[in-house]
Structures are given as structure tokens and as C-alpha cells.
């Protein structure tokens, strides 16, 4: 490593390094202990202590030393500064005897964290740092001569020793050090006054710096460093290599120095590979290759250019002979491989030698088509949905909505209210901008539609008075200090959008004839919501235009204060849950591959007896009792749905959390939307077949029984043996209210495991209730009772 000037303080594992062209040592060295109190640990300890007079207490009046005199300490400088810095190296030293940090070998600060020094002396048994003066003023014709002195030297009596001789803190040689002894430059001299001397004492443990880097002629003094790193407890690498030194804070370090070049590096090429063999003899090679290299590593001489130092000795001679060699009495060195030579006779026979391998044949992996929306039990609803899709995208909401403006402008008196209000645009101008804005917040119109039709016991599929005081106190409408939207104002306002004019088209005759004169149909909830604008917005002249009237009262009071079910959009459920391949096979009941696909790999679209025993109960119960009407029996009709769902026992138990609510939710939510509700009532007010399979995933997405798996772990056959025993309180299995049971909350299983439970119990619960046991169930039973059910229903049975 290159030199490092300065160190780190208070960091023990780091590396502190002394630079100043050290002297060759050639082995780890020790650690500069008793506080190094020297220009080298000056430097080391990356800031000085301040400078202690003779008692040992910093005066106050001693300025501390700065960084730059480190610095200058390491770098190259003139001959006329050199005395000065010399001077003032010798000063610090003694301050820094006093007060070098822990990590430095000294006592540290009793008080603090042990890295700002102590007034307490070195212990004089660990290694020192000297500060030497020229050798002309020792009287010693060499530095090396005071190795032998060892860590007790001290030149003349001045008191050039510093640290490591028992501390000079309030004795005449520590005096002597802090105030420094002036010492000549001398040219003659090649080394510095400063000397490491390590323990214990001897020449080959003494590290000289140099005066003058630049004059030194030695390179690998120059770029000399010693460094210092700390030794982690448990670490034996160093075992029998390099020695670990004691500091006093009870650490111990290692000690790297740098100079000259130990070992160098050398290119060492490949060795060419011998000749192919062309003899007998050469093949067996009976002999050990000959290798001059080994015995020139083993016995390097003068000449020697490979330069390998240490160099490796040859392996230890074994104490036998392992091969038929000529020599075998002997133990020396040429006896080994030194092979007899053997008659060899060959000769030739055949052998039948049969092989067998074995091969991993890879299966090409089967081609089998993806599932698909457009392969599914969902894709009548291309031909059924009027917007010809799987999901009411806006297109239909669009028509729709025009459906609804043609229906309500066809209305005299509403056409005439809305081109008389106040505003500075003309009579067509305050109807086209009237239009405009309702299309613009026609999704949650129909939406709070839909959801507070069902909430009443009248129809589900019109508004009923109190149906609309429900939405209107909701959303805030009704001010009782109005002048015009009181609550008796709001009751007018639904018996004028009630209110049938005479007809005029067949059309107008059709509607007429379908719409209940006492509940809001689908384009008379848009009429009303633009009398209630006016009467709370614009006739109070809280806004200027009918336009800005209808949009505060969306945006401050409609949108805000809805019901979250009401403008929940019910594609996201088809989109993430229902269009599945998994909810697909639980609808079709086929689950078997061979039975799934053909041998092509493209799906067979088999429809197993689970299928066909919904087809059966969905025929079954969209018959009314007693046959009903013709219209009637082609679809499922709302209290049908209901009375189905009654049977199974769950929506008059207050802890089941389903309610006619929820029932009535998914019944709504599983139809495509009907763009004329009243040409197309029948498809408008009931549940097709596909309709009937997505209410039924919707009931078991927020179906309240505990898993079938659950239910048959607490000892019980199925659903309805669980709900009998619930009902009779003989069980401690309650019905769950899980959050994943909420419309909007986070599921947390596949939607196929909830269908097929669900259909399991639903598919018992029939079943008993036609007077068979729940013991006897099997699905091919259930099939064969659900198509007999239809016939008992259109009997009245």
C-alpha cells in the first residue's frame, strides 16, 4: 500500500500509516505504543493534543497546532523552514506523549469516549517512538548503534526520548522536550532525526525516516509506508507468520511496512508440450519427466534471472519405494524414477460388448386453446345484449340516454319549462345545453335509478314516491328554509313528472299504457331531476342558468351523497371475476382435459350434468305457479328469482347479512342494459339464461355460509344438514360476515370454489325442499327433480 499521511483518529480497524521513506524491516512491525509521541503519531492521530506545559495541564495560553503543520510535516520543504518544523515536532510530541488516544496505544480520556488523551503517563513496557537528533550530536557514528541501547536511549541528557520511557509529564525531561532542543540541519546526513524503535530492541527493529524524499536515492525508501491495522478477535491467519501487537486499551494491531521490493514480479510463460509420441517406449513414458526448474528454485545461484524469493523447496524424499526401480536398497535422490524396465507381452482377443443407452425423450407439450370469452357459456349474449357485447360500454349508455330525451321531450310542458327558464340563450339553445349536461352525468343518473327502484316494496323497475324521498333525503335536495324545494315541493315536482299527456303516436300510446301513473319510470326520473335543479337552484338564483343549476346540484349534492352500491360498476365484477376459464368449467361442470378438449387440442365446449341441472332449475322456476302467462314463462321474472333464493333459509337471518336487498342487487346487476324499456319491457324487467348464471356467481361471491371444506371439517355432510343444526342451535359454526363478502371489498378466493359451494348447497336445498332427503342427493337425482319440478309448478303444485 501507498502511504498514507495522517490516519484516522478513533477509528481502531483502520489504517494508519507514518510516511517519511522508512527504513527496510522485513517483517510485520510492531505498534507504536506508549501514546507515540512523535511527529509520526503526531500525524497518526489525524488531530493533535493541545500542548501541555510541565505539570501536564494544557495552558491556556499554548495555541493548538493546526492541520497545516501536518501537513507540512509529510510534504517536501525547504532547508530554512526545516529547523522550525523540526522544532515544533519536537513540542507536539510531548504534548502528544500526554494525551494520544486509545487507538493509538495511549490512555485516551478517562471521561470521554477515549479518544481525546490523557494526562496520564505510557506505560514504559510497550514500544516507543524516539525523537533522535543528528548522529554528530549523539557522538554515534550511526542510528543503528542506538538500537542496541534499546526504548531507554537518551541523547546527552536532554531528554530527547519522547513517550515510552515512563512519560515526561512534570519532570525536567519533559520540560526539556516541550520547550524542544534546536538542532542543525546537516547536509551529511541521510537520515531524518526521528527513529521507530520496536519491541524489543535490536537492529532489525528500528524504522528510520528519511530527511529529504527528494534526495533519497533509494526509490523504494521513498515510497516507503508504515501502516497499522487492526487484529479482530478469533482470527489465526497471522498464527506462526506475523506477530499481533499489544496496545494499552487492550487491542491488538499489526504493523505493515513497505519497502524495498521483497519479491518481484516475473513473466513466467507456459511450458511447450513435448513431441507426440512416436515410439513404444515413448508412449509408457518410464520415466519421470526431466524438469531443470525445480532444481533451480531448490539451489538458486548468483545468475540466477527467475528471481522468485523465498524460493520453494523441493517435496521431502519418500521413506520407501512405491515402484519397481532399479535401485530399490537405496533412499537417494536419482533412485526414485529411476524404473526398471518391464518386458511387456501384448496380445489380442475380442470381446461382444453390448451397449444400451438411454434417452430422455421430451413430450412436446400439448397444444390447448386458451380460454376465451367468445368460447364460453357467456356467448349467446353477443346476440342477446343489445349492445351486442359482453359488457355495457358507453355506446349503449349513449342510446339509451337518447332514448330517455326523446321520451321526455315528447312531454309538451316539459319542453316549454325548460325554453322558458331564465337565461340569456334561446329557447332551443336552453334545451340542446339541458340535454348535453344530463348525457354528461347520465351513468349516475341511471345508476341511482336502478338502485333506489329496488329498495321500495313496489315494482323494482319504477320509482316509488317514497322510493324518491329516499334518494332525495339522501342526497339533500329537500331545504326546509326554501321558498320552492321544501319536502311538499319535492312531492309536487313527482306528481308533475308523473303526469301522462295525451297521446299522439303509437308510440305515446305504448308508453302510456306501460307506465305507472304512480311511480317515476326510467325517463321520468330525468325530468324530475331538472324540476328539482330549478326549484332549488334557479328560482332561488343561486344560479343564473338551468344548465349551471343541474351541474352544482350533481356535482355538490347528487355524486357526493349516493349510495357507493349505486354507482358501482358492474363490468369490473364480469371483467376480473366472472369471464374466467375456472368459472367457465364450474358452470359447465366439465373439468376432465379429455372431456374439455378434442384431440386437436381446441375445446369440445361439453356441457357436463352440473350444466344441464341449471338449464333444468332455471326452467323450472321461471314457470309461475300455475302456469302464469305465455310472456311470462320465457324468462325469469324478479319474484321468482326471490322466491327461489327464499328457499334456501339465509335471507330472513339477521346474522347472514344477505338480505331481499342483496338478492334484489344481483338480480339487477347480472342484466345487460335495455336501451328502450318499454319496447323491450319483457328483456327490460327479467333474468335470460346467462342473465341467470351471472346472479348466480353474484349470490355466491357474497354468499354468507362458512366453505363447504370448513363446514365438512366441524362433522357435517353439506350445507343443509349445517343450517338445520344452525337453526336448531346445536352448532358453534356461525355465519361469516367476511370482508371479502362486501361487492367492493378485497376477495380472497377464486370466484369458481365460491360458485361450486354455492351451487352444491342451492342444488340440495331444491332438492329437499321437493321432498327427498338430503342423504339421497346425487346430481344425476337433482336433474332428474328439477326437470319434474317445472311440470308441479305449471300445475300449481
Known amino acids: 500500500p501507498g502511504s498514507m499521511v495522517g490516519g484516522l483518529s478513533g477509528e481502531p480497524s483502520s489504517a494508519m500509516s507514518v510516511s517519511g521513506g522508512l527504513g527496510s524491516l522485513p517483517s510485520m512491525a510492531s505498534s507504536i505504543g506508549g501514546g507515540a509521541p512523535s511527529v509520526a503519531g503526531s500525524m497518526m492521530s489525524g488531530r493533535l493534543a493541545p500542548i501541555g506545559g510541565s505539570s501536564g495541564v494544557a495552558s491556556p495560553n499554548r495555541a493548538f497546532i493546526a492541520d497545516t503543520a501536518n501537513r507540512l510535516l509529510a510534504t517536501e520543504r525547504p532547508e530554512s523552514v526545516h529547523a522550525r518544523l523540526e522544532d515544533k515536532a519536537k513540542e507536539v510530541a510531548a504534548a502528544v506523549a500526554l494525551g494520544a488516544p486509545e487507538t493509538f496505544g495511549g490512555f485516551g480520556n478517562e471521561d470521554g469516549d477515549g479518544n481525546k488523551g490523557s494526562m496520564r503517563a505510557p506505560n514504559p513496557n510497550y514500544p516507543v517512538t524516539l525523537m533522535m537528533p543528528k548522529v554528530e550530536q549523539l557522538g554515534l557514528e550511526h542510528y543503528d548503534d542506538l538500537a542496541g541501547a534499546g526504548a531507554s536511549s537518551v541523547a546527552g541528557g536532554q531528554g530527547m526520548m519522547a513517550g515510552g520511557g515512563g512519560g515526561y509529564a512534570g519532570s525536567e525531561a519533559g520540560e526539556s522536550l516541550a520547550s524542544g532542543m534546536h538542532v542543525e540541519p546537516s547536509a551529511s546526513s541521510r537520515y531524518a532525526p526521528l527513529k521507530v524503535v520496536l519491541h524489543p530492541a535490536g537492529p532489525r527493529n528500528c524504522v528510520n525516516f528519511v530527511s529529504d524524499l527528494t534526495r533519497e536515492p533509494d526509490v523504494a525508501k521513498r515510497n516507503s509506508s508504515l501502516v497499522m491495522f487492526e487484529h479482530i478477535p478469533g482470527a489465526k491467519v497471522h498464527e506462526g507468520l506475523f506477530p499481533a501487537y499489544p496496545l494499552p486499551n487492550g487491542k491488538n494491531t499489526f504493523y505493515y511496512h513497505t519497502g524495498h521490493t521483497l519479491v518481484e514480479e516475473v513473466r513466467v510463460t507456459p511450458d511447450e508440450l513435448p513431441d507426440r509420441p512416436v515410439t513404444l ?35 521431502p524424499l ?26 511387456l507381452q501384448f496380445g489380442c482377443f475380442e470381446q461382444m460388448v453390448a451397449k444400451t443407452c438411454e434417452e430422455d425423450l421430451v413430450t412436446p407439450a400439448r397444444f390447448l386453446e386458451p380460454y376465451s370469452v367468445h368460447k364460453s357459456v357467456f356467448v349467446p349474449r353477443l346476440k342477446l345484449a343489445d349492445s351486442r357485447d359482453f359488457y355495457d360500454r358507453t355506446p349503449v349508455l349513449l342510446k339509451m340516454f337518447d332514448n330517455d330525451w326523446r ?17 340569456d340563450d334561446s329557447p332551443e339553445e336552453k334545451l340542446s345545453k339541458c340535454k348535453e349536461v344530463l348525457k354528461d352525468y347520465y351513468d349516475e343518473l341511471e345508476g341511482a335509478f336502478r338502485y333506489y327502484s329496488i329498495m321500495g316494496t313496489g315494482d323494482e323497475f319504477s320509482m316509488q314516491l317514497n322510493e324518491f324521498t329516499d334518494f332525495a333525503d339522501q342526497c339533500m335536495l329537500p331545504d326546509a328554509k326554501s321558498k320552492f324545494c321544501k319536502r311538499a315541493h319535492i312531492d309536487t315536482l313527482f306528481k308533475a313528472a308523473n303526469f301522462e299527456e295525451k297521446a299522439e303516436s303509437k308510440e305515446a300510446e305504448m308508453v302510456a299504457k306501460l307506465n305507472d301513473d304512480n311511480a317515476l319510470s326510467r325517463f321520468e326520473f330525468v325530468e324530475i331531476i331538472v ?55 364450474a358452470f359447465r361442470g366439465v373439468w376432465d382435459e379429455h372431456l374439455k378438449y378434442a384431440k386437436d387440442g381446441y375445446r369440445t365446449l361439453a356441457k357436463g350434468t352440473q350444466f344441464k341441472a341449471l338449464e333444468a332449475l332455471y326452467d323450472a322456476f321461471r314457470m309461475e305457479i300455475g302456469g302464469g302467462t305465455i310472456i311470462s314463462r320465457k324468462t325469469m321474472q324478479m319474484d321468482q328469482w326471490m322466491y327461489m333464493l327464499g328457499l334456501m333459509g339465509i335471507m330472513d337471518d339477521e346474522d347472514s347479512k344477505f338480505t331481499l336487498r342483496e338478492g334484489r342487487l344481483c338480480y339487477v346487476w347480472a342484466q345487460m342494459r335495455v336501451i328502450d324499456d318499454f319496447k ?36 357435517f355432510r353439506s350445507g343443509v344438514e349445517y343450517m338445520g343444526a344452525l337453526k336448531a342451535d346445536q352448532t358453534d359454526l356461525m355465519l361469516t360476515n367476511r370482508p371479502s363478502r362486501d361487492y367492493m371489498g378485497v376477495k380472497t378466493r377464486p370466484l369458481a370454489t365460491k360458485i361450486g359451494d354455492f351451487l352444491d348447497f342451492l342444488f340440495r336445498v331444491v332438492h329437499v325442499h321437493c321432498g327427498y332427503q338430503d342423504e339421497d342427493y346425487t346430481l344425476e337425482r337433482a336433474l332428474d327433480v328439477f326437470t319434474k319440478l317445472k311440470k308441479r309448478r305449471k300445475d300449481g303444485m
Do not use: W
Not at 288 to 314: C, I, W
Not at 410 to 423: H, L, M, S, Y
Not at 547 to 561: G, K, R
Not at 696 to 712: C, N, Q, S, T
Open 281 to 315: 517406449e515413448l508412449a509408457l513414458q518410464i520415466a519421470l519427466p526431466r524438469a531443470d526448474v525445480l532444481h533451480k528454485l531448490a539451489k538458486p545461484d548468483a545468475n540466477d534471472n527467475l528471481n522468485y524469493k523465498p524460493m520453494p523447496a523441493l517435496c
Open 531 to 585: 324540476r328539482v335543479a330549478d326549484a332549488k337552484f334557479l328560482k332561488e338564483k343561486i344560479c343564473d342558468s338551468l344548465v349551471e343549476a343541474i351541474t352544482v346540484m350533481f356535482e355538490e349534492f347528487i355524486i357526493p351523497n349516493l349510495a357507493p352500491e349505486s354507482t358501482l360498476d358492474v363490468s369490473v365484477f364480469r371483467e376480473e371475476r366472472l369471464y374466467t376459464d375456472d368459472v367457465d368449467d
Open 318 to 343: 519418500p521413506e520407501k519405494h512405491t515402484l519397481d526401480v532399479n535401485a530399490p536398497d537405496t533412499l537417494e535422490r536419482e533412485a526414485f524414477g529411476d524404473l526398471c524396465i518391464r518386458n
Open 680 to 715: 323491450d319491457v319483457e328483456k327490460y324487467e327479467s333474468l335470460n339464461f346467462i342473465d341467470f348464471l351471472e346472479a348466480l356467481a353474484r349470490v355466491a361471491e357474497g354468499f354468507p355460509l362458512p366453505a363447504l371444506a370448513i363446514i365438512k371439517a366441524n362433522g
Open 407 to 423: 321520451h321526455v321531450t315528447n312531454k309538451v310542458k316539459f319542453t316549454t319549462f325548460v325554453r322558458t327558464t331564465p337565461g
